[in-house]
Every structure is written in C-alpha cells, then in structure tokens.
C-alpha cells in the first residue's frame, strides 16, 4: 500500500458512508442457500410481475450493445399518463436514492439549511452533507403510549427559515411506518415559503391503502415548489434494477436534467419498468398479502407485549424497549436478518420488512428464542 491517503473537501470528511447494516454478500456466504431470511432492506418478496419477467428473458442484444435513451421517453410517458401529469414534469433517476441526491446539489448549498426529520430517510443527511448545506433535524412526536413516533409537521414547518433551502419529508416514513394525510400535507405546504422546494418522499406509495393518504402528485398543481419521489424498488420488487423518479414542476426537471447523468437508468431498467407499470393486478396482490402478513407479523409481536408502529409500507418497526443489539445479533445467529436501528437514535428499536410467508414465519418461530 502506498502512504497515499484521499483528502476530500470538508463536507465528504465529515460525512460517513451510508450504512445498508449488514455485510449481505457475506451472510449469503455463511448460510446455505435459501438458509438466510432478509428481512432488513424492505424488498418485495413477491418478486415483479410475470410480463417483466418474460421480457427480461426475451432481452433483445441490441438493448444491450446500444446506449439507452438519455431521456427515458417511453417509461416517462407511461409515468405522465399514469399520473396525470405532462412527461416534462417527470425525471427518471437511478433509484430514488440518486435524485435525493441530485435534488440536494441542485438547491442546497454551503450556508443553507435543509430541513427534515430526526427520524428522516438516512440518504437526506448524506444528501445534505454532500453539498455542504446544514442538516435541521426536527424533533418528530415521541412515543407515549400507543401513539407511535411519527412527523411532527407543525415543529418541521417553524424550522424552515430564510436560510432552507430544501426540505425532505417522507410519507410514509421508513424508518416508522407511519404516515400523515394529503389533508394534513395540504396544511403544511400552505404554510411553507413557496420558494422552498420541498421533496416529499413516497417510496412505500403502492403500500398505501387509504386514499386519503399519500399521492402527493395531487398537489402538484397548487404547490410547484413540490417534488413527488418515487420508486420502483419496493412495491414493484425491482429494487435490482435501480428505477425511481421524481414529479414536479417543469421548471424543476430542467434543472435536475442539467446535473442528471446522461445515461443514469440503464437500458433494463427503462424497458422493464414500463411492463411492471402496466400490471395493476399484480400489484393488487402485492398490497392484499403485504396488509394480510403485515397483521400476522405485528400481531407476534403484540401477543408478546411488545410495541409495533402502525404501519402502511412493507415493514414495521418494533419497540422492545430494551436494548435491541443482542435481539438483532440472536437473530443473525439463526439466520435472519433485521435492521438495527442505532443509526436513527433508537436503539430499542429495530425494522422488519414483511417478507415471504416462509420467512415470516421463521421470524416468528425464533421469536421466543431470541427474546430469551
Ligand atoms: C427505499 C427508500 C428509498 C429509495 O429507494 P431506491 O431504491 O433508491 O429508489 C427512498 N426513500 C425511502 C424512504 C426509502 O425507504
């Protein structure tokens, strides 16, 4: 090794890598196949629809060999039709994960302030770190009785001042499950400078089932200052594949389009997830048996004494109220994977993501034992 060590500008030394909890690839390693239960990264274990599928086998070579289209036309169309929007409101990024990222560079910088929650996505701190603009982390509602911790959206608006330059707010949120409704995000962005962009974040969207919640895009209009995230890692099980995308005003996606990288979705990405778009069937049977193993789940856990986040995404988030590390390490021993949830400041807590009927009822299985 030479003596060389990488000297990055202030803000990436300061700045920790985004930590995905455990070393997958060597879990997989250590335990036979299909002897490791993931139920750490909220994947769908449904996996996509049968026609994503059949296409990805069918691949022709030239959709290989060939750039992809820079501009993503064919799954942006589909989106804006879907959605009700014009294709010029719609940016495809590189999972959601990058146009957080993207969105950071494009509004903050050194000197001003982003905004979100003490309970916010991981990637919003890194997202503001990255460009050098100061975190505002809002304390959220704490946890008394069976109310679970969940946004604080008055507390998130009094903390946006002169210097906010972008705000992230994810409905609903991961790591709590919990959400708020259109209603009540209506009320926040009245309240919020229009000159502020806000980013609300819904990569559980295709998990939510009231329609008074989520679907942010329905804003879009009276608020341009909104930019709608989503993705299609979760409810369509391509998380892989790495597709989201972002819906907002035009003047929004132009400067977003600026900083993008040309060919930041993959020419896989583009064609599949326009066929997973198009089954709303499968995606029906996603949400009926993620509700139905999600109540199974929880109700373990609450025959036990113990607290569950409501939730409408594919996890919840346990309360043990002790110490969770040797839960977590318990389980790990027997095969299944969690997430801890040290990171977030709540070590007694740690995140389940629903996962097949087999390993749920692992998880349950070794409930006992590793409560023990
Ligand atoms: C999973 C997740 C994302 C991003 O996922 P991508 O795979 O990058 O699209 C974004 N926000 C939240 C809150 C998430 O949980």
Redesign the pocket.
């Known amino acids: 090794m030479s003596a060389f060590v990488a000297r990055p500008v202030a803000a990436i030394a300061a700045l920790k890598a985004y930590d995905p909890g455990h070393d997958l690839p060597a879990l997989r390693q250590r335990f036979a196949a299909g002897a490791l239960t993931e139920l750490g990264s909220?994947e769908n274990p449904l996996g996509p629809a049968r026609a994503v599928l059949d296409a990805l086998h069918g691949m022709p070579v030239a959709e290989l060999l060939r750039y992809p289209d820079p501009m993503g036309l064919g799954l942006r169309r589909d989106l804006a039709s879907s959605l009700g929007v014009d294709p010029a409101q719609v940016v495809l990024g590189n999972?959601?994960?990058e146009l957080?990222m993207l969105l950071a560079q494009c509004f903050a910088g050194p000197g001003d302030e982003v905004v979100f929650s003490e309970f916010g996505?991981a990637?919003y701190s890194i997202g503001t770190a990255a460009v050098g603009a100061t975190p505002r982390r809002v304390g959220a509602h704490p946890r008394t009785g069976a109310a679970p911790r969940g946004h604080d959206l008055g507390a998130l608006a009094a903390a946006i001042g002169p210097r906010t330059r972008l705000v992230y707010l994810?409905n609903p949120n991961?790591p709590t499950g919990t959400w708020f409704s259109r209603a009540k995000l209506s009320e926040f962005l009245r309240a919020v400078d229009p000159g502020v962009p806000v980013v609300v974040?819904e990569?559980?969207h295709e998990y939510v089932d009231d329609p008074e919640v989520g679907n942010a895009v329905a804003l879009l209009p009276a608020h341009p200052n909104l930019i709608v995230t989503r993705?299609f890692?979760?409810g369509y099980a391509l998380?892989g594949l790495?597709v989201?995308y972002a819906v907002a005003d035009p003047s929004v996606i132009e400067v977003v389009n600026r900083l993008r990288e040309s060919f930041n979705v993959n020419a896989l990405g583009l064609a599949l997830a326009r066929l997973a778009l198009k089954d709303n069937q499968h995606l029906a049977r996603v949400r009926e048996f993620n509700r139905t193993q999600r109540s199974r789940m929880a109700h373990a856990f609450e025959q036990r004494g113990l607290f569950v986040h409501p939730s409408m995404t594919n996890f919840i988030l346990v309360d043990f109220e002790r110490p969770a590390a040797a839960i977590e390490a318990a389980w790990l021993e027997c095969g299944v994977v969690v997430r801890p949830m040290g990171g977030y400041g709540l070590p007694t807590c740690l995140r389940i993501s629903i996962g097949s009927e087999a390993e749920n009822r692992r998880l349950i299985e070794t409930l006992d034992a590793v409560l023990a």
Request: proline residues 0%; without cysteine; aromatic residues 12%.
């Open positions: 909220n999972g959601s994960h957080l996505f990637v994810a991961n974040d990569a559980y993705t890692s979760k998380a790495r989201g």
